[in-house]
């Protein structure tokens, strides 16, 4: 007896009657589980895991769904066991709960993840168990973080210009009777070295304004196309006998790096002031390396970056093995008048200035330090798109200072 053609309707019909079914509702709910782009698992009440998706296994570093769950005990991702436990007992006190919490990954680095728990009834166990989402929420975080440091270097930065330009008028018009006097005083009296020492502080006072300036962009530039190896190498032959025996100076120049448009004076007091951070964090000695090189950026790394904008950039960084920063520090050491030197070692507009200078170019900072270890200093300027007047890194290389 021949079998009735099937036909794609009645297959349509019965596929949908199959879903209706408890099991059908059961196998798509799980389809819709395992491929959802957020972590879920379940676990006991006591925090042991029963199961769990790709996607959670993906987000903490495992291979696979059965390679996380013999991590067992939930306790062991997060980077703060008593937080899961806060967590488990307010969904048991009040039926669900959602908090923000920091995860450790099978490599040992760190996530930071926003976890929704919900108190519910395993059928097939006939228990209690935790339905939890996670969703990995770093990316967020740091963009929200570096928004928030933008708005507060922004507001710092019109502060700081407004006060400085009126400062700046006020110390020119000191300048200016202090002059007066030093004519009308007998040279070689005491009223004659007075007022020299007046127009000697008030010509530091000066220079700090004009830095504070610098911080707020406020600073009028004379821009030219220039290679930054060639200026590397200009600044660290004036700093080899500022930074001190004790230093090992290092530079590796990167080859064939993209013209910049920058004030070459401003690019310099950059440097300086990167190096000699460096070397004040090394009161024992240590290493300085100091590094150019090519970068570019898409729009993905740009929407973490705010001050960033897509294209080609050079780069120069500033290595040291120094005492390091914790994360609290890292968080201010662009803030004018912030430090950590001793009272009367250091003003704190160092690196402010540095900030400043590489805003006002385009460009953006980049810093990784860690206590014990030493920091990294990296400046980004955007490529100008002119070409090479000289082949600078032959230059370079030739002239490397061997501190």
Known sequence: MRRPRESPIRNAIETKRAEETPRGREARFRALVKNAGYGICWATPEGELIDANAALAAMLGHDSVGELLKVRDTREIYCDPSARDELFSECRKSGRTEATVDWKRKDGSTINVRVRCRWTLDAERGSERIEMTAEDSTERMVMERQLLQGQKFEAIGQLAGG?????????GAILGWVDLGIEEAEAGSHLHRYFTKVRRQAERATALMRQLLAFASKQVLEPRDMDLNESVIETLSLLEKVI??????????GPDLPVVRADPTQIEQVLMNLCINARDAMPEGGSLIVETSNAAFDEHFCELQPTARPGRYAAVSVMDTGIGMDEATLDRIFEPFFTTKDVGKGTGIGLATVYGVVRQHG?????????GVGSTFRAYFPASGAEKASPAHALACARKPTT
Request: no cysteine; net charge negative.
């Open 163 to 171: 006060i400085a330009h009126d400062l700046n008028n006020m110390i």
């Open 244 to 253: 001190g025996g004790n230093i090992k100076v290092q530079v590796n120049l």
């Open 363 to 371: 460009g953006f900072m980049h810093v990784y330090s860690e206590p």
